[in-house]
């Protein structure tokens, strides 16, 4: 079955320190790939997005992802944390499925914490 | 511009009430989503309107769940009656016309439903 696996539940990390959130997904061909957070009390906010082309993605924030085909992953990275980055990030790939069936399927999320 | 709006923020219900929620989707967005995050489990496709037709609602649970948007702008997801397994975050979204899967999909803040 297609799924998007984010493995870890929850990461800690300090402020200043760098962050890779890990994702892999299961599809047949290459997907749109998206990285969301989302912040207490607010909806999910697209960080940035894969389609084709460059590997390497800049988002906002100053997060950046990776596309490995061969490791079918999109993981994103950020060099230094900040505190406003504490939140709940999304890892989602985007699928047709059959004529103009398109949506989003999200892995299970990983919750960010930032020490002081 | 504003985006997309979700009321009410907070349900808590009894088994078998009803309960109505509302999307208001950026004007203009004629894709509108509705997606679900049930606890500890990942965000879920619901269904797809393209204006007031429903391009998809595979990911509808089962038929206590209505979901409709007249005239093709706000939507409402109406589960009648509820049962404790509706309990959830639901998640409206909505993008810009085709081709879909270039354009982002812009997240309300969700309506948490706590069904007792």
């Known amino acids: ?116 | 511009e504003a985006g997309v709006t979700q009321f009410p923020s907070h349900s808590v219900i009894e088994k078998g009430q009803t309960v109505t929620l509302r999307c208001d989707p950026i004007s203009g967005h004629d894709n509108l989503y509705w997606y679900r995050r049930v606890m500890g489990k990942e965000i879920k496709f619901l269904l797809h309107f393209v204006k007031e037709s429903k391009q998809d609602e595979s990911g509808m649970p089962n038929n206590r769940f209505l979901a409709e948007r007249t005239g093709g702008t706000y939507s409402t997801l109406k589960v009648q009656p509820a049962e404790l397994e509706d309990s959830g975050v639901y998640f409206c979204a909505s993008s810009s016309p085709t081709p879909i899967q270039d354009n982002e999909q812009f997240f309300g803040p969700g309506t948490r439903l706590t069904v007792l």
Do not use: M
Request: proline fraction near 4%; charged fraction near 15%; glycine fraction near 10%.
């Open chain 1, 1 to 116: 079955a297609q799924s998007v696996t984010q493995p870890d539940i929850h990461i800690t990390v300090s402020e200043g320190a760098s962050l890779e959130l890990r994702c892999n997904y299961s599809y047949g061909a290459t997907p749109y790939l998206f990285w969301y957070v989302q912040s207490p009390g607010q909806g999910l906010q697209l960080l940035l997005k894969y389609f084709s082309g460059d590997t390497l993605v800049q988002g906002i924030k100053g997060f950046e992802a990776e596309f490995k085909r061969s490791q079918s992953s999109f993981n994103l990275r950020k060099p230094s944390v900040h505190w406003s980055d504490a939140a709940e990030y999304f890892c989602a790939v985007g699928l047709y499925s059959g004529g103009s069936n398109y949506k989003l399927t999200f892995g299970k999320g990983t919750l960010l914490t930032v020490n002081p």
